[in-house]
């Protein structure tokens, strides 16, 4: 029997298959519709201290195996979440409620709102590509760090710290968000960004013009960065980034990751994802012949060259 259980900060996973951030997770029903669809846990759309609309469509524009995207960060206000987040709970899998602010106290009233509702996590999400702050903050590891703080004043429930991809300064915002307190790392938010221009109109297809890169071509950016960020911190690692198979998932598992994150993978696969990349791991343990998850997290073989 193979046990495909995790565990992120204290907190039990079924099996390591989470729903990224910003994809289904705009209200508490299609939250626990995707728990109940075999996901090991669901991560919510950021949400912010007010109600935003986000940026006018068109928001997002699909490449095949990349993707892009600029919605604004649209939520509908720290309030009005509180009452999903219960919704969503029925769905039993943990819920990590991703949450943003603009300026540290921010990102600290926000979570003294939603903390009502006991999420099991909070995923800061310092890292958004279409904000200048978002960039900002996961671009500098005192300001990583004072957030992290900040939101460790008010709350005790454990918090992960989504990075950005799209600094020099990786491990060290890594290490600094762990000295400041954080429990768990999500790491990859979306590259870039990146721009698409539609040659006939001549004007660039996301109204936003730019917008944050993900899909499988992101994988082995965010496997760099998961093994680099696993060298450098003890905290778990929740591997998010290009995954739309076992195989991806097993790649960024042996890089470090404990759970890993699926997002854009949804819009090919559906809600059918979870439990295709679960299966999927499964049989590779059993290729293996390994018993759990815990016995790949990190085992990549340094090869002297
Ligand atoms: C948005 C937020 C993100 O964190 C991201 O990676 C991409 C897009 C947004 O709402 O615009």
Do not use: W
Request: net charge negative.
């Amino acid at each position: 029997m193979i046990n495909l259980s995790t565990e992120i900060a204290g907190v039990k996973l079924d099996n390591p298959t989470i729903l990224a951030a910003g994809v289904l997770g705009n209200t508490g029903e299609i939250l626990k519709r995707v728990a109940l669809s075999g996901a090991g846990a669901v991560t919510t759309k950021s949400i912010g201290l007010k109600p935003r609309a986000g940026h006018p469509n068109p928001i997002c524009t699909d490449l095949g195996n990349v993707f892009l995207n600029a919605m604004g960060l649209p939520n509908p206000g720290a309030e009005a979440f509180v009452e999903e987040l219960r919704i969503a709970k029925e769905g039993g899998a943990p819920i990590i409620n991703s949450i943003f602010g603009k300026d540290a106290d921010e990102f600290a009233e926000v979570v003294n709102i939603l903390k009502k509702a006991e999420p099991d996590l909070f995923e800061l999400n310092i890292s958004c590509p279409n904000v200048a702050s978002g960039t900002s903050f996961g671009c500098d590891p005192v300001a990583a760090a004072n957030i992290v703080k900040k939101v460790k004043d008010v709350t005790d429930i454990p918090i992960t710290v989504k990075l950005t991809p799209n600094t020099h300064l990786l491990v060290q915002v890594a290490k600094a968000v762990e000295e400041a307190g954080a429990d768990a790392i999500t790491a990859i938010n979306s590259v870039g960004p990146g721009m698409v221009i539609d040659i006939e109109s001549e004007i660039p297809i996301i109204s936003n013009k730019f917008g944050g890169v993900s899909g499988n071509a992101i994988k082995p950016i965010a496997v760099r960065c998961v093994y680099q960020i696993a060298k450098t911190v003890k905290i778990p690692i929740i591997g998010t980034g290009g995954i739309y198979s076992g195989a991806d998932a097993a790649e960024h598992i042996i890089a470090g990751a404990s759970a890993v994150g699926i997002g854009t993978a949804v819009k090919d696969h559906y809600l059918d994802v979870f439990k295709k990349v679960s299966s999927e791991l499964e049989e590779i343990l059993e290729r293996k012949k390994l018993k759990s998850i815990g016995e790949l997290v990190g085992s990549l073989k340094e090869v002297k060259t």
